[in-house]
């Protein structure tokens, strides 16, 4: 329980960065398959 208070900006930090880049990577997934979707409707014209 003392590592959790005398670490927790540390913690925290390391917890944001994991978040914004989970983050980041579900953004450039569906920018991805956004893009895919549309060549493939496209393509199929």
Aim: aromatic letters at 12%; hydrophobic letters at 45%.
């Amino acid at each position: 329980m003392d590592i959790l208070i005398s670490d927790l900006d540390r913690l925290t930090n390391y917890g944001y960065g994991y978040l914004v880049g989970q983050i980041l990577l579900l953004l450039i997934f569906v920018s991805i398959t956004l893009m895919t979707k549309k060549h493939l409707f496209k393509s199929r014209k």
